[in-house]
T-cell receptor, first 111, second 112 residues
Framework: DAGVTQSPTHLIKTRGQQVTLRCSPK?????VSWYQQALGQGPQFIFQ???????QRGNFPDRFSGHQFPNYSSELNVNALLLGDSALYLC??????????FGSGTRLTVV | QQPVQSPQAVILREGEDAVINCSSS?????VHWYRQKHGEAPVFLMI?????EQKGHEKISASFNEKKQQSSLYLTASQLSYSGTYFC?????????????FGQGTRLTINP
């Protein structure tokens, strides 16, 4: 049973560029949440998608946007990249009120 | 809104016990516990719902005090494999939707 799959695993972008990260949830899960994790910190909640709609959002600017597709997969888009956006981006899937299954993350470096 | 974990770091010898605490200033829907090893994704350990329940997972158990909005994770007779950073995630119900917010983590080091 495949878990959560994220792509790409690593990414280097230039300041001001745009980036798209992708996530395939665990089979049977219908909810996808995105987190940003800086080195040595806890994951910070970006937003959550359910039934193709953004259901909850954390304290992130509008440069961060997302999408969920009918097959429950999801994308995270970040526009006008800043150096401070460099981090590990984690996708987590869940079903109902159960525990979250995390992907291995995408390491984004902005130079 | 972010839960507060304590202590920030713990160093134990194999076989010793540890307690990690998590507290929130807001009413909680549930509490999650995760362990993250260096360079890996967080791994789900357990979830505790309102009602003051206690759960166990091998030698790792947890409690949830709804009145105090606090949860504690208990690691008994620690093993080398328990090393890692432990995160509590507090889940809130906002306009009918759940939101999981993580604490800053507790780094646990188990030495032989």
């Amino acid at each position: 049973d495949a878990g959560v799959t994220q792509s790409p695993t690593h990414l280097i972008k230039t300041r001001g560029q745009q980036v798209t990260l992708r996530c395939s949830p665990k089979s049977g899960h219908d909810t996808v949440s995105w987190y940003q994790q800086a080195l040595g910190q806890g994951p910070q909640f970006i937003f959550q998608y359910y039934e193709e709609e953004e259901r909850q959002r954390g304290n992130f600017p509008d440069r961060f946007s997302g999408h969920q597709f009918p097959n429950y997969s999801s994308e995270l888009n970040v526009n006008a990249l800043l150096l401070g956006d460099s981090a590990l981006y984690l996708c987590a899937s869940s079903l109902g009120g159960g525990g979250y299954t995390f992907g291995s993350g995408t390491r984004l470096t902005v130079v | 809104q972010q839960p507060v974990q304590s202590p920030q770091a713990v160093i134990l010898r194999e076989g010793e016990d540890a307690v990690i605490n998590c507290s929130s200033s807001k009413a909680l829907y549930s509490v999650h516990w995760y362990r993250q090893k260096h360079g890996e994704a967080p791994v789900f350990l357990m979830i505790l719902l309102k009602g003051g329940e206690q759960k166990g997972h091998e030698k790792i158990s947890a409690s949830f005090n709804e009145k105090k909005q606090q949860s504690s994770l208990y690691l008994t007779a620690s093993q080398l494999s328990y090393s890692g950073t432990y995160f509590c995630g507090t889940e809130y119900l906002i306009q009918g939707a759940q939101k999981l917010v993580f604490g800053q983590g507790t780094r646990l080091t188990i030495n032989p």
